[in-house]
DNA sequence: CGGTCTCTTGACGGAGTTCAAAGCTAGTGG
DNA sequence: CCACTAGCTTTGAACTCCGTCAAGAGACCG
């Protein structure tokens, strides 16, 4: 059953009992977002968290340009949500939608601190999954300061190899931070050499 | 005593008895960081995280051309540490200096692990603290790729008020993303219209 | 097939960089 | 307390990377 691709992520960092896994599966609500459904809408709140179990969500701000810029993808086996609105349970200013048919598991903030007061362990197993995505974040913070267009095409090749031919173009170009013309002309155009 | 703003920040998220408290000051080492020094250097192991009583710390990266690009700075009440570095144990990539001098308490990786175990509430108290750099984190990605570097700039006024006028211009430059000859000219020559 | 969405390609424009030089500030030593 | 140096800031001109706008060429879906 899809349950169990959660509990194996679980169980890469805690052991839990079957009584406890029972207990956690009462708290989770399973769901399946179409392609091109929305998950979370700016202006909304984030109550649940998401375990992606099979497909592709993405999130992203639009900018008052209308441009949209995609902080995260979670293919099989993320966790995804606006972590700002999910522990302070204000608007949202992200948008979560699917890139294809996703199923998921979703944890509401409020059954999800219930359940830290009663398996502990459950803290400590999103403590290190939190303290991951910091890391991932900030390493892309540096990435964004330090490389070229180019240089952040192939980090993105080598981070998400499955989704390079699985997605439109575009939605590369807007997590990496150029417009889809400019890393249309990487790929082909690329060698831009004066001519002699 | 200069513990008890370390306390206070604890007393925030979660509260400890006065039993619980002396058994973690007894796991923190106090140390002062005179301006210049470092608390970590490329390449060696982050084994601990620093709370930062008094002056200011900064983490930072250099690329392949030298620059350096600031990730982090940490003033009063912040913790720092290279999140990569110290939950891995794997050789950091980053730097950590200090702009002034500075009290920390420092607590080791090793010891914090130890302390989750003892007192549950302090791994509660760290999953917040976390959970807080990650949504700052991201903020400052979409940040990155939304706005120009006038409008980091006033970002960055709002979110260290009290660091403008206490560090070298060049720092902000690197902290936001561009040259500190391009930041002097934001703020002087802003008003770049083409002549009529 | 037809329409919409995506990808490509090219000419032009602009935000930000590079390089260089000169003025300023601040730390340091006598 | 002054002098000297080193680093920081400013300013300008040339340049680059990437964005904008526009038009055409696929590609997908009903």
New interface residues.
């Given amino acids: 059953m899809s349950l169990q691709k959660l509990i194996g992520s679980l169980q890469k960092h805690i052991a839990l009992s079957a009584q406890e896994q029972e207990l956690l599966s009462d708290f989770l609500v399973f769901k399946i977002i179409k392609k091109r459904q929305f998950l979370l809408h700016e202006g909304q709140i984030a109550r649940e968290v998401a375990f992606v179990v099979s497909g592709c969500l993405r999130s992203y701000?639009i900018?008052?340009n209308g441009?949209e810029?995609i902080?995260q993808f979670a293919p099989t086996g993320w966790w995804i949500t606006d972590?700002?609105s999910f522990?302070s349970q204000q608007q949202t200013h992200l948008t979560i939608d699917a890139l294809m048919d996703t199923e998921v598991y979703l944890l509401s903030r409020e059954n999800q601190l219930i359940l830290?007061d009663k398996i502990?362990k459950l803290?400590?197993y999103?403590?290190?999954v939190?303290?991951?995505?910091?890391?991932g974040?900030?390493?892309?913070?540096?990435d964004?300061?330090?490389?070229t267009a180019s240089q952040r095409y192939g980090i993105f090749c080598n981070t998400y190899p499955t989704l390079i031919h699985d997605i439109p173009q575009k939605l590369i170009a807007a997590y990496i931070?150029v417009t889809p013309e400019f890393l249309s002309k990487l790929k082909n155009g690329g060698a831009k050499t004066k001519k002699s």
């Fill in positions: 701000s900018d008052q441009f810029h902080l972590m700002y522990i830290f502990p803290e400590r999103f403590r290190i939190t303290e991951n995505s910091l890391v974040s900030r390493q892309r913070l540096i964004n300061l330090s490389l931070g």
